[in-house]
């Protein structure tokens, strides 16, 4: 899978950072569902639940399909396929320097109080 352009994991990660369309992630993640079924739980409107899912859809989250006058959403298989390989690139990085770090304290001879 190719990388994400940065204004790519900047739709993604804004997209993520409402706490509606998290919940509609996490009922997702289980398994497709109609506009209705993601709008029974949630304590706002049809139009904001259908505001909240085109922004999940156009940041790449989410898929849907309309068959008749249903539509129903379900999650893209790869959504957070770069994201993942993002946070462990920063995690990788992070020990690194930790490493590093006990590497040069482990060098570093204690002072002895006199």
């Given amino acids: 899978m190719a990388e994400l352009a ?5 739709r993604m990660f804004q997209a993520l950072a409402d706490p509606y ?3 509609f992630v996490e009922q997702l993640a289980r ?4 506009v209705t079924e993601l ?13 909240h ?5 156009e940041s790449g989250i989410v ?4 068959v008749g006058r249903v539509r ?3 999650m893209q298989q790869q959504a957070f396929g770069a994201i993942n390989r993002w946070i ?8 690194a320097a930790f490493d590093r770090l006990a590497l040069l304290m482990a060098e570093t001879p204690e002072e002895k109080d006199h």
């Fill in 6 to 10: 940065p204004a790519e994991f900047d």
């Fill in 21 to 23: 369309r998290r919940g």
């Fill in 31 to 34: 398994g497709p569902a109609s």
């Fill in 39 to 51: 709008a029974e739980p949630a304590d706002v409107g049809l139009p904001a639940v259908l505001k």
């Fill in 53 to 57: 899912l085109r922004i999940l859809e």
């Fill in 63 to 66: 898929t849907s399909e309309k």
């Fill in 72 to 74: 129903t959403y379900r």
């Fill in 88 to 95: 462990e690139q920063r995690q990788a990085e992070m020990h």
